[in-house]
């Protein structure tokens, strides 16, 4: 259900309402979509998601990337995280790629070493090569 990035995030593949409750037991207090809707033929629609996960009592917001990570994108994912408080970020696309993409680059602009990025990401299955070139020394 879930890969874990550091001790606040989590990331993973497309979920569907039904995955809430999980994601509440597992302590996450703001869920991140990556996808935009329409993506694949039944994906769930993200007002769907974020109604299940605001009846759990969970924040809730909607980052699609599309085509490559842009600069909004990364300043929206860094803004989760720091809006994430005590709990745990839930960040879901296709595969958890892009989610993972979009977090190294957010930590890296708050001054987390690349080499442990990638040694986070790679534990968790993400290789950060197409963003090694925005990730700072």
């Known amino acids: 259900m879930h890969r874990q990035l550091d001790d606040k995030t989590l990331v993973n593949g497309q979920i569907s309402p039904a995955d809430i409750?999980?994601?509440?037991?597992?302590?996450?207090?703001?869920?991140?979509?990556?996808?935009?809707?329409?993506?694949?033929?039944?994906?769930?629609?993200?007002?769907d998601i974020e109604a299940a996960a605001k009846a759990a009592g969970i924040d809730?917001?909607?980052?699609?990337?599309?085509?490559?990570?842009?600069p909004s994108d990364v300043e929206a994912m860094r803004e989760a995280m720091h809006a994430t408080g005590d709990?745990?970020?839930?960040?879901?696309?296709?595969?958890?790629n892009r989610s993972?993409?979009?977090?190294a680059v957010a930590r890296s602009e708050d001054g987390a070493p690349s080499e442990e990025l990638h040694r986070q990401a790679n534990e968790a299955g993400f290789d950060l090569?197409?963003?090694?070139?925005?990730?700072?020394?």
């Open 60 to 70: 809730y917001r909607h980052v699609p990337i599309a085509r490559g990570l842009g």
């Open 100 to 103: 993972t993409l979009a977090w």
């Open 87 to 96: 709990g745990k970020m839930f960040a879901f696309c296709r595969s958890g």
């Open 129 to 137: 090569g197409p963003v090694a070139h925005l990730l700072r020394d």
């Open 21 to 47: 409750k999980e994601l509440k037991a597992l302590g996450v207090t703001l869920i991140v979509n990556n996808r935009p809707d329409g993506e694949d033929v039944g994906q769930p629609e993200s007002d």
